[in-house]
């Protein structure tokens, strides 16, 4: 098997996503091996999961540095030393610098919680239903400087119900987060997700024939 991708995990709350992750990765031909969590908040549930879990786990408290900058360069040491070669973003909240961005260019994932470029931003849910949208979902694409943009490597679809709430319409959006997360990530760290411009092209295509119908037909 080819060596798998040292991958970190940025949270910055109960790191669910990173949880997901970590558990696709425990499988042996997984192709990416989680080495690092990191939260840039101390009150990030998610670093005492990882602890308990035995990963490598450490907070960078963005609250400490003066400057975005002055952050991603202890975050960047940080990744450094763990030899991390993808970065996977699960419920991170912190915008970059264009430069570590683009340090980072097709190698740092993120998911978001609408099917892009649908609903950027926060209170993805509640726009969703504002819109009358009958669809909704979640997108992991590349992460580039522009929030919530990016090449999409993958998405996933829930219906939306008349009487869903944006409580509701979340609870069932982030069951099919923690399944089509790890699968970007397997075709990220396998090499199957190639860049063709600013368009993801997966080298085989599945699920051809599948389809989702709101309401139901």
């Not at 996503?17 to 969590?37: G, H, K, Q, T």
């Not at 450094?80 to 912190?94: K, Q």
Request: charged fraction near 20%; include cysteine.
């Amino acid at each position: 098997m080819t060596e798998k991708k040292r991958t970190a995990i940025l949270i910055s709350g109960r790191g669910s996503n990173m949880r997901s992750l970590v558990e696709a990765a425990r499988v042996p031909d997984y192709p990416a091996e989680i080495v690092l969590v990191i939260a840039n908040r101390p009150d990030a549930a998610g670093i005492a999961w990882a602890v308990e879990h035995g990963l490598p786990a450490v907070v960078i408290d963005h609250k400490d540095y003066a400057s975005r900058a002055d952050f991603e360069r202890v975050l960047q040491a940080a990744l450094d030393t763990s030899g991390v070669e993808l970065v996977a973003l699960a419920g991170f909240m912190r915008l970059m610098t264009p430069e570590f961005v683009a340090h980072w260019h097709d190698r740092m994932i993120n998911i978001h919680p609408s099917l892009l470029p649908s609903f950027k931003g926060l209170h993805t849910h509640e726009q969703a239903i504002a819109a009358g949208v009958k669809i909704a979902g979640c997108t992991v694409h590349f992460v580039r400087a522009e929030m919530d943009s990016g090449p999409i490597i993958a998405q996933a679809a829930v219906p939306v119900l008349s009487s869903d709430t944006s409580e509701t319409l979340a609870a069932r959006i982030l069951e099919v987060e923690h399944q089509v997360y790890p699968f970007a990530l397997r075709l990220v760290a396998a090499g199957q997700a190639r860049r063709d411009g600013e368009k993801v092209v997966i080298s085989s295509d599945v699920n051809e024939t599948n389809r989702l119908y709101s309401p139901g037909i």
